[in-house]
T-cell receptor, first 110, second 120 residues
Framework: RKEVEQDPGPFNVPEGATVAFNCTYS??????FFWYRQDCRKEPKLLMS???SGNEDGRFTAQLNRASQYISLLIRDSKLSDSATYLC???????????FGTGTSLTVIP | GAVVSQHPSWVICKSGTSVKIECRSL??????MFWYRQFPKQSLMLMAT?????????EQGVEKDKFLINHASLTLSTLTVTSAHPEDSSFYIC????????????????FGPGTRLTVL
């Protein structure tokens, strides 16, 4: 079983829409979770960490559900510049492995 | 701060040759470095984890004799793809973390810009 599972999409949404991505993880002992953004042919850039209480950064909101072992990312008022691949990531239980989901492709359409 | 560089950024080589990729942490000491491989339209797959001065820990399915990793100092790790073949063509990305830079329970990771390898 993969450490992290993610719906690859693609998601095609109009400007201004709200879109949500989910990601499930297999190891209940995992403690640290992140969302990254990756543009084509570039390295991933940290978007935000995911805290147990949920956290918000402008139009982006991240949530963690430990009981169901999933994390989510909500993007409100989508902009054209939000078009990218969004990857969730989880530290392995030993703290020595960092696993990515397959990534979800988002295209925001004018 | 917390910048990671990779060199080369782009390499084309003939089948059978070996290619070395360098990953450097420029302004911090990286206790751990990670190497990933990403095929087109796929996610980053962790290949191995290396701690300075120790042997790398390889993920299942990654041939340690083919992908040689050396982490000789706290600022440099190298990945050598030995006897490269066309199926090794991929985007190789390193990341580095430090016990001095933590934003969560675990250390934050900083990614290099990646190396695009094409084997003819």
């Amino acid at each position: 079983r993969k450490e992290v599972e993610q719906d690859p999409g693609p998601f095609n949404v109009p400007e201004g829409a709200t879109v949500a991505f989910n990601c499930t993880y297999s190891n209940s002992a995992s403690q640290s979770f992140f969302w990254y953004r990756q543009d084509c042919r570039k390295e991933p850039k940290l978007l935000m960490s995911v805290y147990s209480s949920g956290n918000e950064d402008g139009r982006f909101t991240a949530q963690l559900n430990r009981a169901s072992q999933y994390i989510s990312l909500l993007i409100r008022d989508s902009k054209l510049s939000d078009s990218a691949t969004y990857l969730c990531a989880v530290w392995g239980n030993t703290g020595n492995q960092f696993y990515f989901g397959t990534g979800t492709s988002l295209t925001v359409i004018p | 701060g917390a910048v990671v560089s990779q060199h080369p950024s782009w390499v084309i080589c003939k089948s059978g040759t070996s290619v070395k990729i360098e990953c450097r942490s420029l302004d911090f000491q990286a206790t751990t470095m990670f190497w990933y491989r990403q095929f087109p339209k796929q996610s980053l797959m962790l290949m191995a984890t290396s701690n300075e001065g120790s042997k790398a820990t390889y993920e299942q399915g990654v041939e340690k004799d083919k992908f040689l990793i050396n982490h000789a100092s706290l600022t440099l790790s190298t990945l050598t793809v030995t006897s490269a073949h066309p199926e090794d063509s991929s985007f190789y990305i390193c990341s580095a973390s430090s016990a001095e830079i933590r934003t969560s329970v675990h250390n934050e990771q900083f990614f290099g810009p990646g190396t695009r390898l094409t084997v003819l």
